[in-house]
């Protein structure tokens, strides 16, 4: 399971990267997914998100999931390119599969990656 | 074998756990005189008795069996192969229930597939799903597709008042809650105008225009612009089709359409007193995740052999709950393999014959009406198998005289639109031979000159 260092994470299982504003699906969910066959961004460009507010929508051959916001923000890109290739976030959770890019994030009471990695071996057992 | 899952011991043991001494004290707060009511019924009747009282009550229906029929306005009569009926029966088929276990339902989906990639070719769309209950109900899941594809953030449906008024109605039933509204189909005097009044309507807010082909007046429109008018402001166009129709008529696929449905009936299912019948729904593979009901898809199984599946059930609400775009996951299956058998049985020439044949007989006897003194085809438009007639006199009172020489009359065109009085909507199929259509014309002469 890769968790990058550089990355903050959410108890629902999304990352954010404070540097370039990213978020997406961590490699522990879309392994708990398995394969991502559609994915729908919920926001638009120009819009405020919430902390919680459910960003996007993913389906994969056996279940449905929703991924939240990790932060308040404004959303200033999203990742077309989920529609016609949702497996990129099988392949690439932390890479070509982020989902939206917000302007503003603050990091502040996510979890580090220790501690991340930590919380999703307490679930394995 | 009865099958009563508690043994005494287990009963007693529950009755126990609750405080109660008898199961009989589980029904004390009802008076003792209302349970077991003495139902004031006719001596019991042998099975020879039974069933004929029962043929008794049956033969007090008039029938298509015994009748001329030229009754269409959505159910239309058919010649159905006896094979269909055979292949139906079957024991592997005679369920209306969805598989879910491809391990032990390897027919069941292929009929259903088949059915699927069927109904593709017929509307020239890319994807169909596994059925829904009747046409009305297909129209309404096509609405869904369009809110859930939008997001709920276009609020504003454009029906066009040709749309069938039942499929209209349900439409309004389905919907009732969402937030949307329904325009388009207000009561008013040019209600029967075509397509390019309802164009108008088209804005940035519509994520649905809804129209019908044939309409349900009969009539015949190219959608092409109308479907180029919708896309312009970023909305979807569902048309609502008669299949048979197609056969001969250019694909709502080839108009541009982005959702076809229509009511499977005329497809192999009876009339039978106006159901169970038969929705089918095809789309674009663009909106195939926002398409409610099951999919069937092909797949290769572990030994590499061809073989099929229920497919994209994440997207269905038993797993993605309330954004699921509909709460219907089941589907018609024991009506949708009858039209795919019946399909089958007819083949492309087969069924593009019957196409013709009601072309042509309705058309024949359309021409034959028009002569009649007092009565004229309303409008010149093209048709295919069903026409509006303008009549002398209301269209009650004709249908009663009808009657009187064992015809089924026409549809009542009033009854759904008060502004169009005296009008009568006929459908002629291949079941009706030439003489019946001279009887019906000379009949419809005589109604004049009484």
Same mark, same amino acid.
């Given at each position: 399971?890769?968790?990058?260092?550089?990355?903050?994470?959410?108890?629902?299982?999304?990352?954010?990267?404070?540097?370039?504003?990213?978020?997406?699906?961590?490699?522990?969910?879309?392994?708990?997914? +398995? &394969?991502?066959?559609? !994915?729908?961004?919920? =926001?638009?460009?120009?819009?405020?998100?919430?902390? @919680?507010?459910?960003? *996007? %929508?993913?389906?994969?051959?056996?279940?449905?999931?929703?991924?939240?916001?990790?932060?308040?923000?404004?959303?200033?890109?999203?990742?077309?390119?989920?529609?016609?290739?949702?497996?990129?976030?099988? +392949? &690439?959770?932390?890479? !070509?599969?982020?989902? =939206?890019?917000?302007?503003?994030?603050?990091?502040? @009471?996510?979890?580090? *990656? %220790?501690?991340?990695?930590?919380?999703?071996?307490?679930?394995?057992? | 074998?009865?099958?009563?899952?508690?043994?005494?011991?287990?009963?007693?043991?529950?009755?126990?756990?609750?405080?109660?001494?008898?199961?009989?004290?589980?029904?004390?707060?009802?008076?003792?005189?209302?349970?077991?009511?003495?139902?004031?019924?006719?001596?019991?009747?042998?099975?020879?008795?039974?069933?004929?009282?029962?043929?008794?009550?049956?033969?007090?229906?008039?029938?298509?069996?015994?009748?001329?029929?030229?009754?269409?306005?959505?159910?239309?009569?058919?010649?159905?192969?006896?094979?269909?009926?055979?292949?139906?029966?079957?024991?592997?088929?005679?369920?209306?229930?969805?598989?879910?276990?491809?391990?032990?339902?390897?027919?069941?989906?292929?009929?259903?597939?088949?059915?699927?990639?069927?109904?593709?070719?017929?509307?020239?769309?890319?994807?169909?799903?596994?059925?829904?209950?009747?046409?009305?109900?297909?129209?309404?899941?096509?609405?869904?597709?369009?809110?859930?594809?939008?997001?709920?953030?276009?609020?504003?449906?454009?029906?066009?008042?040709?749309?069938?008024?039942?499929?209209?109605?349900?439409?309004?039933?389905?919907?009732?809650?969402?937030?949307?509204?329904?325009?388009?189909?207000?009561?008013?005097?040019?209600?029967?105008?075509?397509?390019?009044?309802?164009?108008?309507?088209?804005?940035?807010?519509?994520?649905?225009?809804?129209?019908?082909?044939?309409?349900?007046?009969?009539?015949?429109?190219?959608?092409?612009?109308?479907?180029?008018?919708?896309?312009?402001?970023?909305?979807?166009?569902?048309?609502?089709?008669?299949?048979?129709?197609?056969?001969?008529?250019?694909?709502?696929?080839?108009?541009?359409?982005?959702?076809?449905?229509?009511?499977?009936?005329?497809?192999?299912?009876?009339?039978?007193?106006?159901?169970?019948?038969?929705?089918?729904?095809?789309?674009?593979?663009?909106?195939?995740?926002?398409?409610?009901?099951?999919?069937?898809?092909?797949?290769?199984?572990?030994?590499?052999?061809?073989?099929?599946?229920?497919?994209?059930?994440?997207?269905?609400?038993?797993?993605?709950?309330?954004?699921?775009?509909?709460?219907?996951?089941?589907?018609?299956?024991?009506?949708?393999?009858?039209?795919?058998?019946?399909?089958?049985?007819?083949?492309?020439?087969?069924?593009?014959?019957?196409?013709?044949?009601?072309?042509?007989?309705?058309?024949?006897?359309?021409?034959?009406?028009?002569?009649?003194?007092?009565?004229?085809?309303?409008?010149?438009?093209?048709?295919?198998?069903?026409?509006?007639?303008?009549?002398?006199?209301?269209?009650?009172?004709?249908?009663?005289?009808?009657?009187?020489?064992?015809?089924?009359?026409?549809?009542?065109?009033?009854?759904?639109?008060?502004?169009?009085?005296?009008?009568?909507?006929?459908?002629?199929?291949?079941?009706?031979?030439?003489?019946?259509?001279?009887?019906?014309?000379?009949?419809?002469?005589?109604?004049?000159?009484?």
């Amino acid at each position: 399971m890769n968790i990058p260092g550089n990355l903050k994470y959410t108890e629902s299982d999304e990352w954010f990267d404070p540097s370039s504003g990213k978020m997406g699906l961590t490699d522990y969910a879309q392994e708990q997914l +398995s &394969d991502i066959v559609f !994915a729908e961004i919920l =926001v638009s460009e120009g819009d405020s998100i919430t902390k @919680g507010q459910a960003m *996007a %929508s993913v389906e994969s051959v056996k279940a449905a999931a929703e991924t939240y916001s990790a932060v308040d923000g404004n959303v200033v890109e999203i990742n077309e390119e989920l529609v016609d290739s949702p497996e990129l976030l099988n +392949s &690439d959770p932390f890479g !070509a599969g982020w989902m =939206v890019k917000i302007e503003g994030g603050d990091s502040t @009471g996510l979890m580090d *990656a %220790s501690a991340y990695e930590k919380y999703c071996q307490e679930r394995s057992q | 074998m009865t099958y009563i899952p508690h043994s005494p011991n287990e009963r007693d043991a529950m009755l126990e756990t609750i405080g109660v001494k008898k199961l009989d004290d589980l029904f004390k707060d009802i008076p003792a005189r209302h349970r077991f009511p003495d139902l004031n019924l006719p001596p019991t009747l042998s099975e020879m008795e039974a069933a004929a009282e029962l043929a008794g009550y049956a033969e007090a229906n008039e029938t298509t069996q015994t009748m001329v029929s030229f009754l269409g306005a959505g159910a239309y009569r058919h010649y159905i192969p006896s094979a269909v009926d055979h292949i139906l029966s079957r024991g592997e088929f005679y369920t209306a229930y969805t598989p879910y276990q491809p391990e032990i339902s390897q027919g069941t989906l292929q009929s259903i597939f088949e059915y699927q990639s069927l109904m593709t070719l017929i509307t020239g769309m890319e994807v169909s799903n596994a059925s829904h209950y009747d046409g009305a109900t297909a129209v309404a899941e096509a609405v869904n597709l369009a809110y859930a594809q939008f997001r709920g953030k276009r609020t504003k449906v454009i029906v066009s008042p040709s749309v069938h008024p039942q499929y209209r109605e349900t439409l309004r039933t389905y919907t009732q809650g969402m937030g949307l509204s329904l325009v388009g189909d207000d009561a008013r005097d040019d209600i029967d105008s075509g397509p390019k009044e309802i164009e108008t309507l088209i804005d940035e807010n519509t994520a649905l225009v809804v129209v019908q082909y044939p309409d349900f007046f009969g009539r015949i429109f190219d959608y092409t612009e109308l479907a180029a008018k919708v896309h312009q402001t970023g909305g979807l166009i569902c048309v609502a089709v008669n299949p048979t129709a197609l056969a001969i008529l250019k694909t709502p696929g080839e108009m541009g359409a982005d959702i076809v449905v229509g009511e499977g009936q005329p497809l192999g299912i009876p009339l039978s007193f106006g159901g169970p019948y038969l929705g089918f729904f095809t789309t674009l593979k663009k909106y195939i995740h926002k398409m409610a009901g099951r999919l069937v898809g092909e797949t290769v199984d572990n030994r590499g052999q061809r073989s099929y599946v229920l497919t994209l059930t994440a997207r269905e609400q038993h797993i993605k709950r309330d954004r699921a775009t509909s709460n219907i996951c089941t589907n018609q299956g024991l009506l949708a393999l009858a039209s795919a058998v019946y399909l089958s049985l007819l083949g492309q020439k087969g069924f593009k014959q019957v196409a013709e044949l009601c072309y042509n007989k309705a058309h024949y006897a359309a021409e034959q009406i028009n002569k009649i003194e007092g009565y004229s085809v309303c409008f010149d438009t093209p048709f295919f198998h069903e026409f509006s007639v303008c009549c002398p006199r209301p269209v009650s009172e004709i249908n009663e005289h009808l009657l009187e020489h064992g015809i089924m009359g026409g549809y009542e065109v009033g009854k759904d639109y008060p502004s169009l009085k005296d009008r009568m909507l006929i459908a002629v199929t291949e079941m009706n031979s030439k003489e019946e259509i001279d009887l019906l014309v000379d009949v419809l002469k005589e109604v004049n000159h009484e």
